[in-house]
Structures are given as C-alpha cells and as structure tokens.
C-alpha cells in the first residue's frame, strides 16, 4: 500500500474537539493512524451544547475501537459570549440526526477537567504533545491562562478555524471557530509557540469531490458505514448551494496536516490577530502581510491543501 | 468594648487578593474578626506580580499569626492584556518598600491552583461561602468559565471595584481593578449571582482622616506597628495631592462592608456592566440607572462607606 | 426691574436648534433678551426631523414677533446614524402636540444652507459671534469640517449635551443630543476653541420648581401663554417619574449660562472628548478629571446652575 | 486606430483627487478622452495635503492642456483623524519631487467649495454625473450630509479604494483611500446608489509591465513626458520590492474602468460596509459573500481589470 512519508513518527497528539461530522473525521483519521498517539480527547461546546459533544465523540472512539482512549469535558461556552443559538450545519445533535439505536454510556467521561488534563499532560511531556483543536479554542485558552508556561511545553499546534481573506461563514467577517470564542483565539495565537492554521478560505478550496466519496463508501468497514451514515444529512443535499462541488470537511484538513506535511501544498508564516472589537469584523482573523506591526510572525497559514492526499489518507484510515 | 451590631454570624470567606497596602489593612481585618472564617486567599497579578503578591500576602499573614489559612497562587496575568507597567502607588515590593529584615518563606503556598481551590470550596459549601475579591477579578472569571455552576454556588461577593461616574485611576474612565482586566469584570458581574461593589468614586469620598490613622497608631499591637510601617510610604507624604484629606484603604471599605452592613450608608440594586471595546472607556463600569436596557438588575453599588464604622472596626481588628 | 449683572453685552449669537419644548424656552430667552443679538438660528434634525424642527421655530419666533430673524434649515441626519426612532418626550410634533390653529408658513426658511450660513456669518464678524447648539451637533461638525479656520474664528460657544457622571438619558450612557450624533460631539470638542458644556447631569439638578412654573404663568403675556401651551404635554403629568420635582428645561440652562455668568455656579474646565467605539458607552462624554491623558483642557463643563437665575431671567423674559 | 467599444458616450464626469503619480495619469486619461466630459475637478487631502495636491491638479491640466476646467478646494482634513503622518510613496510633493520650472499658479482655484460645487452640479444635471473619487471620500461624504437628496441625483460612481480580502496598505487591514477617513468610505458606500469600487487586491493583481511603460515612453508627447518625469521616482527603484513586476497605477484602473467596460474583466454586487470601530481593521471593507446580513448588495467590487485595455486606453491618451 502506497503511503506518505510520514513527518509525524510516533507523535503525541490531544485532540480538542466540538464534535460534528467533520470532526468526526478527523478523529477517525488520527485514530487509525498507527504513527499517531492520541494522549486524549477533550472537548468543549461548539456547533453544539458540549454534552451532545460528549455523547458524539464516544460514537466515533467506538467505531474506532478506541473507547480506552481518555475523554475529557471542558468549557461549555466561550469566554464571553452567552448565548449562541445552536448552529444547525451538522444537525440537531451535531452528527447528522441518525437514528442511533445503540445508547452511549458517556460515564466513561473522566472526572478531571479538560483544562486540568491538558497541563497535566503537557507538563507530564513537554514539548512533546501535539495539539489539534478543531472546535472554539475555549480550553486551549483556559489553559494557557492557568498556567503560564503552558504556551511553551507545548510543541505544536494544527488548528481548523479563522480565515485569512475576510471571509465568513458565521458573520460577514467570522468563522465559526474562532467567532464562536474570539478571545480564546487571541490569546491562543498569542501565547503558543508554533501554530499553524488551516482557515476557511482554505477549506472552500479543498472541498473533497464527489466522487473520491463514493470511493470512500465502497470500502465497507465499520467506519465507512459510520461515515455514510453521518454524512448522509448532506449526501442527499448534494445539489445544495455550498457542497455541489464536494464534501468539505474542514477539521480533517488540520487532522491530515498534522499527520502527515504531504497535505500542505502551500503555507505561509505571518503575523496575524484577531480582532475582538470590531462592529462588522469581531472575530476575524486579521494578517498582516506586509509586516505593517512591528510584531513576530506567530502563525503558519496553510493556503492551499493537497486533496488528493487528504482523501487518500482518509480512505487509509477507513480501511485500516 | 462596643461593637456594630454583626451581619455576618460566623462567615466562611475567601479572599482573593493583589496584596498592597490596602489588601494589607483588608486581611487584617477579616483575620482579626471573631465572626470570620477565612478558608482561603487566593492570589492574583495585580498592583504587581503574583511572585510579590504572594510574598506580601504571607507578610500580612504571619503578623496576624495566620500562616496557617491556605494561601493558593491564581492568574499571574490578565485574560487578554499582555504587559502592564507595574503600579508604584504601592511602592516596587507592592507593600511600601519596607526594610524588611525577616525573609517571607513563601514555600507554604499551596500546590493546588487559586481557580481550582475556588471551584472546591464552593462545591464544598455550596451556597455558603462569600467572595471578597481585592484585585482584577481574573481568578473568579477563570473560575466562571471552568466550572459552569460555579456562580449560582458562591453566597455573596463584595468587590473593591469599578467606578459609577466614569471617573478613572488609570485611564480617564478605568478604575484600576476592573481596567486590569476587564473581560474578568465583565465575565464576573454578568457570571455571579449577589454581587455588591464598593467602586472608586465611593472610595474617593470615604478617606480615613489623618486624625484617626494616628489614634490607629496609638495601639501599639504588632498589627498597629505593622500598618504603621507599610504605610509610612504614603504618611510621610501627608500633603500629596491625593490623600492630604487622609488615608484611602479602598479595599478595606469592601472587606468591611462585608463584615458589618453598618459600614454600608447607600447603596442601589442596578444593571452594570463592563465596556470591553471602548476607546477611552476600555474598563469602565456602566450602569443602566434609568432602566435602558433590559436586563435584570446584576450589582448592588455601594455609593457611600460609614468611614466611622470602619474606622471603629479597623481600630478594633489592630487592636484584637 | 431688578437684573443680574450682565456678561454678555450685546452679543452676537447663533442659535443651533432642534426645537423641542426646551429649545422654545431657550429661544424665547434669547429672543427677549435686549443685549443679545441673535444674527441667525440654524435648525438640524434631532429630537424629530428637521421639517417639523422649522415648523416649531417659526412658530417660537412668531410668538416672540421676531419673525426676521433668518432661520435655516441644516442637516437632516447625523453624520452616521441613519434610523433613529423619534423620540416621544416632546410629544410627535416635538412641541407639545398642541392644536394649533394657525397656519405656519416654512417659506421663509432661507435658501442657504444652514452650514455655509454658519461659515459665511463667522468670516463676517470673526471672533465676535457666540454659538448656542442646543440639538446634536451635526451642523457646527460640517462647518469645521467645511473650513479648516472655522472653529478658531468662533468667540465661544454654549452647548447644551453630553454627560459628565456617565449617566444617559436615551442609552445607559449616552445623553441625547451627544449620542445622536456622537462624530459630530467628537469634531465640535476637539476643533472648537472655547466650549461651555451644560451636560445632563447638571440639567438633572437644576428642575425648576413647579411654584416657579406656576409664577411664570402669571405672567399672562403671549410668551407665557405659548410656554403654557407646549409645556401642558408635561404640565397634565406632574406626578410622572422624572417631573415631579419640577420642570426640566435643559436648553434653557445653556441659553441662561451663555446670556448671564450668574447662572453658573459651578464649573471645571477639563480635558473631554466622546467615546465612539464602546458597546455600551458609544456617545458619552468621558472627562479626564486626573490628567491621564496628556490632552489640554478643552471644555469648561458647568457641574452646578443656578435655578434662581434662570427662573428669573426666564421670567422676565417671558414679561418682556 | 483601434478602439475599445465606449460604454460612456459623453458622459459627464467629476474627478475627486488627491493628486498623486496615479492620479495624475488618471486625469490624463480622463482629459484625453473624447466622450469624456469633465465638469470639474475636486480636490482632498489624501497622500499629500491639500494645497499640494491643488497645485499638482494644476500641474496635470496644464500638461493635457485644459486649464479650462474648474478646479475646486475641498476637505483638508478627514471627518475625524486630525493628524496624519505624510505618506512618502508619492514623494515629498506627492508627485515625484521632480525639479519643475515653472511655478505654478494657484490663483485659478475656484473660491466655490468643492461640496458646494458637487452639490450645485448634481442638482443642475440630475442623474447624468459620474463620480471618480481616487482619494479618501471626504467632499463626498459632506455633500450627501449637506443635501439628503445628493446619491439620488448621481448617476454612478467609480472609486479606487478599499479592499476585499484584508489586505492592507497602510495598517493590517487598510488600504489607504478608505482608511484614511473611514467614516466618509462608510458614508459614501451607504448614501450613494450606484458604486463601483476597484479595490487595493485587485490593483495589486493589475501592475502593469514595465515593458508596457517602456512603449508608453516612445510616444514623445508633452503628456508622455510628463508621465516620464512624475514616475521616474519609481522607475529608478524597478526593482524595488512592490515594483518588480511592474508599474502600479491603481487610481488609472478606476478612471479607465469607468470610461470603458472593457476594463472589467471580473464583477461582483455585493453588500459592503466598512469597519469603523476595529482595533486592527478600522478602515477595512468588509464584504458579506454569503448574504450573512440582510442588507441589499450596495457595492459592486471589480476583482479582476484586464491590463492590456487599460494600458492601450493610456498610450492612446498620451497620444491624444
């Protein structure tokens, strides 16, 4: 079986999720990986209430056979914001609306907070862990604030969220992400060390077509049917206005160029921001591209994804 | 001896403190009140660095021959601002540059993090314990954001903090607390259920007369002595233009209108919240006096301090 | 008759106005008063829109038999804002909603616009005329904007608006005529030379008894019988909440202070600007009462009216 | 001699400029075109101050030969910056601080103001003007809140400025037109009907070649000459960072997009606003791509400018 080079061997990695269908992805995609070693889960509301999160990671560890895996509950809503009206993109319960007929047993949840387990485990290894959060950077947030050497035990971070042209999917300038939680974005590319970012511009240009999906499908194993499944929502909206082209799924992006630097065709270090008081523009992620502030660059924008290395891994991880 | 008529019976408090020459006067009180039970002084970044303020804080503690209250290390920086010039109004150690001849073993901090000790006392004691925070309200906001229940488990708080005029001590309308951080003031006013505040412009109108420092003076207990030192700093400068009318121990206004309503001459139930985006107003307190908004009343304002009663109540604490 | 020592003699005046029941009171002030000489009143959009604001001025000046002053219509929106509710608190004619039966005829409005009025009278007597803007300041910020040397060739100038205590009457911080137009406040202090601010606070100590009232209206001359009419809106609600103490004729205040020092009891000259940006404080005024800033002093807020002089002077010009 | 086909066959037209290197071989283009009738030029401060940038107009129509056409003075300063540091990118006099001659006579200026003089055109032909605004949108901004009914009465409007993808110039976020005075951008994009905007990311994708420059050069008229002489600043440094690949005249891309459609190679109507309260993206357009608002598209954004016809439409002009 053909394969990558691998840039990660062995990496330690936490995955800080809100889990939707795209999450879900990725975190199939690094639970099959065999060079990938997920210390923990943690998790944190998002496109839906962290306990619909909850309950949706421990379906996709299931499917994987990854139960033993420790999942970890974090922040149920962004540092400021109150209320968000829930995001209905991924369903009402954020995976698609299927009819599940197994229940899942979220007492496997552990009774230490994300933002604990996430300095415990960094201090336990530091500059080892990998971070990929693909939700509201919320507890990455929390984290650095609790402790502030944090930022440095960490070695790296991938995450989905931002965008770098002005584009929103939220608001007129937002991605959801870093929107949802525009404080925990700034204090995320603020205070870690080596970020890099795969924004929504990004993910518009990497949708996966439609029919390196159907490739996807007629694998036939327990992910596979766990990914027809959760997908199906979108699947028969095929014709809709945003996947015509192909399915587009965002966090398996970051998921896959973590894994593996096949993914990233191109990427860029930058200064970039997040502007938090904005009328129109709260929440965006702002570059500056011709060094305008005197500040570092602090962020790797990742401007165009390898597709056909990204459906090639995932059809690795659905088989595997 | 004569004493105020008790509001508080036995009270379990926490402080949470900046240690300066006010936060001094303020745990001498709570630690000299019979009716007080202290479970704890969480310490944040403030007037200066959290090193000092822990340092400061065991200082205050051992004159009053209460090393044994758990003492916890919080925030060492705000939510969002970076770097802030440290205060001098304190002097550089934070408690009037004294020669101090004994080192301060600050090894007896405990090992668990302020946040994390906020969050088990209060599910300890749920609805019984009462927050006196002292400085930026950073560790009660962390707290907030870990624990989703947290403020509906907290008693009561009093806050030195704010302003209701618009009149500023660091900027022209932010008050020193609240403009330290002002995402945790808002986070905090909007998060805790029964919050009094005692704001600056209340503090502006309560200085101590000189007159009643020197009868403090004349106690001659180690806690007397230990007053007179650190606020030799400002004494010799009796005629500085802010404290020629007296001594201004904003802190001690809230830890006595904590301790004995009768400290408390007016106060109002209002709406209040924080102005996070404003360009001169960046910190300000603001209140809904005449209903504009919607929202339900959050604070109780304290606009004018028995400066008699805690003048009487401090004299008291120095003496027992 | 005896008269307070006058400050102004003859004086050049310009009235700015949005006339509402309070702008009438001031007019007629200004109209009966023998040592001013008001050279023009322009009109702009405020309490309600500019149509109805020349409508009810014609009507004052009619009622003063002053019906060659020119007036002249000016800006029909702030510089920003495009929708505003109109506000009720003059009834929806903004002038008491009486049933008037006479006619008014619009047509003598002047063909110049109000702000090229503003221009071509101050490069006539330079450093001799007295601005009186008693409604968003629209039309004074487009004629600083207009000619760059405007604002040095005003005398002075009387503004009734802004706030100084952080308290609003249409917003929690905002008072009216500043938050109106708040780009227009921000221009007229900062390029102005010498700016009196009468703002709301001061206006909310200085109601005028109702014994006052009901002595003016004894009067029985056309000017009180007019003041009686538009003023019956509020007279017929005496026990309403912010009434009941008395009537509050803010521009009034403004008039008085500018026609005769001895209605000013109190004042602070001070550095001020208005807060643009802020969420909740967009429009206040916000006063550098310390020196934080290192701006010059730019306004002399009136913190403290004499109410005996503005009943008197009122009086007698409700007699003359 | 070969022609594009004219989309504006006589078109009456009134140039808004700050006169800089690109703005001058706009206006030749401008003068130089047969079925383009220019009324008047109106002038702003923008890169240099606004007695500079007289002088360099002067300069442009003595050189086309038409000194005939009514120059206007306008704003010197936007609606609310007071001090702007001098941009160097046009030279100290803004216009290639060549060593001229002959001085130039100002005396011609018209005592009119340029608001005034928009607001008289506009009303003497009612929907036939076409507006060209290639500095910050000041006198623009006036006349709409000078006379409610001026963006009903323009025909249409070309402006360089803004941005659609973030991308700055002058700060993060801003391009310099707009940035420069945010307020008039958000004015002028709300008040007028029918606005085409070329903005800073699509100039940046239209440089010409220098190959193209060199021909322009071999056409030896006065114009050519003069064109020669103002861009030599910039011809010396080819290969300065921004230049490499050619010359950027971004202002000649509006003027030549509305003299002929042929210019157009890509379109969008959308909703555009501008951010006025952003801590880092003050001045930025904000686009809403996905209909995030329920605003009706007010802009209409050129992303793509075919270069070659912009460059033919020049060498005809200096031929011309």
């Known amino acids: 079986m053909p394969r990558d080079k691998l840039s990660a061997m062995g990496r330690k990695v936490i995955l800080d999720v809100d889990t939707g269908i795209d999450d879900?992805?990725?975190?199939?995609?690094?639970?099959?990986?065999?060079?990938?070693e997920v210390l923990g889960v943690t998790c944190v509301s998002g496109n839906i209430h962290i306990d619909k999160v909850l309950r949706n990671t421990f379906r996709v560890l299931k499917v994987c056979d990854r139960l033993n895996v420790p999942v970890f509950r974090g922040a149920d809503s962004p540092i400021l914001s109150h209320n968000r009206e829930p995001v209905c993109f991924h369903g009402n319960d954020g995976l698609g609306d299927c009819d599940w007929d197994e229940e899942i047993d979220t007492s496997l949840v552990q009774s230490e907070h994300a933002v604990n387990a996430l300095i415990r485990l960094v201090n336990k290894f530091p500059g080892e862990i990998t971070f990929v959060p693909l939700g509201p950077l919320t507890n990455i947030a929390l984290a650095l604030k609790m402790d502030p050497e944090f930022g440095k035990k960490v070695k790296d971070v991938f995450?989905?969220?931002?965008?770098?042209?002005?584009?929103?999917?939220?608001?007129?300038?937002?991605?959801?992400?870093?929107?949802?939680?525009?404080?925990?974005?700034?204090?995320?590319?603020?205070?870690?060390?080596?970020?890099?970012?795969v924004p929504w511009e990004t993910c518009m240009d990497a949708d996966l077509p439609w029919a390196t999906y159907d490739r996807w499908m007629k694998v036939e194993t327990p992910k596979s049917r766990f990914v027809e499944r959760v997908t199906s929502f979108w699947v028969v909206k095929r014709d809709f206005r945003y996947i015509r082209k192909g399915i587009r799924l965002c966090d398996l992006n970051a998921m896959a160029a973590c894994i593996n630097e096949a993914a990233i065709l191109e990427k860029q270090k930058v200064y970039a921001t997040i502007e938090l008081c904005g009328t129109v523009t709260r929440g965006q992620m702002a570059v500056d591209w011709r060094s305008h502030s005197d500040e570092t660059a602090n962020v790797t924008v990742i401007t165009k994804i390898c597709t056909e290395s990204v459906a090639r891994m995932f059809e690795e991880a659905l088989n595997g």
């Open 24 to 36: 879900a992805a990725a975190i199939i995609l690094a639970m099959s990986h065999s060079d990938v």
């Open 159 to 197: 995450v989905m969220g931002g965008n770098y042209k002005g584009i929103g999917n939220v608001t007129m300038s937002g991605e959801f992400n870093f929107h949802s939680d525009p404080e925990a974005a700034f204090i995320s590319l603020h205070g870690l060390r080596d970020v890099t970012v």
